[in-house]
């Protein structure tokens, strides 16, 4: 730990005072920033011992969502009374644990759905309108397993059946991204674990000209809790001028120099788990790695 808080003093003193020095870091330099925050913003706790949904917080029926697609400029609005919001709940895993949870009430519910920042006026002929809400639970995946968490039932005098939506207070609880903080756009998109020791990563990069595209290579860092995707560009800038940059992306395989195991795996620009990115495989990955090869 001691090592870890000297290299980052280092890192820390080379991005400071003038930040275009912070394009000047190595991926080693992201590496051990992508460590450090992980274990002392919380996030390791929320990942280990929290709520990390790893599919959408909505159940919306097929004939819903498809009238929803249909009208897509319609908004939300409230059309009828609704319920008291409970001050908290709970969460319960299949495996017998238990999480204590702030709650958002049905309005805030309402407002999640919506495509705008606040909703739409009751009056207003181009909105779906909520007539009853009933506060109850629905089942959800999560990174520690399948759980039953609490949740409203919405139901709209314009749409076909009820709308569902986990009612959670993740603000208020706390989230990975949350205790992560403001970061840079990730530079893995995904990864597939081949073997406990081969990793095939997928990664997103910029290039100036298709005719002079980079060299790139995805590497990874490795520590006793974490691994740390990056990928290392060697820049071929065209002679003279601006580089505006075109999105690209590549896949490659990272050879890890110990186990995977249930170590957690972060994107080392963003400093977020690589999993986020993609959600459900969150739970699939933590599953598979979680037994050592043979």
Known sequence: MLRLLAMLLTVTVLAGGDHLLLGRLTLHDHAIRAVWTWRTSGAAEIWRAGFVPTEGLNKIPRDVRKRISRDEEFGFAVAGPLPATPHRAQIR????????????????????????????????????????????????????????VPAWRMRFSNLPGPIVRVAVDRRTLGTVEDAIGDHLPADISGFEVLDQRTLQVTYEYGICSRRRPPTVHPRAEEWSDVVVLGVEVQEQHPRGGM????????????RLEKPLGDRVVLDARSRLPVCLHWEAPCAAVRQDTATPSR
């Open 243 to 254: 580089c505006a940059g075109v999105g690209a992306s590549g896949t490659g395989v990272v």
């Open 93 to 148: 895993w299949d495996d017998g644990s238990t999480l204590r949870v702030p709650v958002i009430s049905a309005r805030q519910a309402l407002i999640a759905l919506s495509p705008y920042e606040q909703e739409a006026s009751a009056q207003d002929d181009r909105a779906y309108k909520l007539t009853a809400a009933t506060f109850t639970t629905t089942r959800l995946r999560t990174l520690r397993g399948m759980a039953t």
